[in-house]
Nanobody, 126 residues
Framework: QLLLVESGGGLVQTGGSLRLSCAAT????????IVWFRQAPGEEREVVGCITRGGSTTYADSVKGRSTISRDNAKNTMYLQINSLQPEDTAIYSCAARRRLGSVCYDAPDDEFDYWGQGTQVTVSS
């Protein structure tokens, strides 16, 4: 079974940190570009960040400087660490894997992604 599963979300106070995980089953994550998305209630989905199969990362301006995307190949898992969380970071965070052009991060359409996770809720209280 081929799966992406996110975990690590929860309720955190303003200023706190979370590390979200994106674990793959049935395929090798480091063959793919991995994109982290988030979607707040009533808002459009936005890209939070991306890591290429070569390990290069990009971040949205909204999280740049306080977020880190990393990879543990032994665990076949990607991570998104977000620090200094604010109420506006409240959203469902999800990851997706793209094999096509996996060496670059770009604004890919949904149908270019091979796998999607189900999402994990992050709620930041003020």
């Amino acid at each position: 079974q081929l799966l992406l599963v996110e975990s690590g979300g929860g309720l955190v106070q303003t200023g706190g940190s979370l590390r979200l995980s994106c674990a793959a089953t049935g395929f090798t994550l480091d063959h793919y570009a991995i994109v982290w998305f988030r979607q707040a209630p009533g808002e459009e989905r936005e890209v939070v960040g991306c890591i290429t199969r070569g390990g290069s990362t990009t971040y949205a301006d909204s999280v740049k400087g306080r977020s880190t995307i990393s990879r543990d190949n032994a665990k076949n898992t990607m991570y998104l660490q977000i620090n200094s969380l604010q109420p506006e970071d409240t959203a469902i965070y999800s990851c997706a894997a793209r094999r096509r052009l996996g060496s670059v991060c770009y604004d890919a359409p949904d149908d270019e992604f091979d796998y999607w996770g189900q999402g994990t809720q992050v709620t930041v209280s003020s």
